[in-house]
């Protein structure tokens, strides 16, 4: 299936390189937004333009992706982007280098549609930041209060899109497409 994948998102550039990855997906919906769940993607790079990952400490597979989480209720974007950043990778000292231009959205596959939010959502609806973390790495503890992430990696951004979960694998091309001159 991977290799079907890499076939379809058609990755087209070399570790060195800044060219995009090609992509027939767009960042359109054409489902009723409230069937999204309204929330926000952090991709957080380090000084070597490598992206923060973490594996899901409730999926058994290798399945790896970037922070994210859902708005509470009264708190804005950049509030959620803050909170969540510091829920799953115990710091939020970064800096804010971009916003997605547009509201980036994702379906969950049909088996966990039910199992999260109660079935409410058919995936989530989201506004994504890329950051610098400026600390070190000893600042980052996933050992939080609720652990989303059984451990955590730096990868440049060729590793993230082969070890990504593979549903969010279009998303996550879409963002580095648009994030790539940080990359």
């Not at 804010?96 to 049909?110: F, G, R, T, V």
């Given at each position: 299936m991977l290799n079907s994948m890499r076939a379809k998102i058609k990755i087209l550039f070399k570790k060195s390189t800044k060219m995009p990855i090609k992509s027939n997906i767009t960042t359109t919906n054409n489902k009723p937004d409230h069937l999204y769940r309204k929330g926000v993607g952090i991709m957080m790079i380090n000084q070597d333009q490598k992206i923060f990952v973490g594996k899901r400490i409730d999926n058994k597979s290798d399945a790896w992706q970037m922070p994210q989480g859902g708005l509470d209720h009264g708190e804005s974007e950049d509030e959620a982007m803050f909170r969540e950043l510091k829920e799953?990778?115990?710091?939020?000292?970064?800096?804010?280098?971009?916003?997605?231009?547009?509201?980036?959205?994702?379906?969950?596959?049909?088996?966990?549609?039910?199992?999260?939010?109660?079935?409410?959502?058919?995936?989530?609806?989201?506004?994504?930041?890329?950051?610098?973390?400026?600390?070190?790495?000893?600042?980052i503890n996933i050992d939080t209060n609720e652990p989303e992430f059984s451990s955590w990696k730096w990868m440049d951004k060729n590793e993230v899109i082969d070890h990504i979960v593979p549903f969010k694998r279009d998303l996550y091309v879409k963002l580095i497409n648009e994030f790539i001159n940080h990359l």
């Open positions: 799953e990778t115990g710091t939020n000292n970064v800096k804010i280098l971009q916003m997605s231009k547009e509201y980036h959205y994702y379906n969950l596959p049909y088996k966990l549609q039910k199992k999260f939010w109660g079935g409410k959502y058919l995936g989530q609806k989201q506004q994504w930041y890329l950051t610098r973390f400026l600390g070190v790495d000893n600042q």
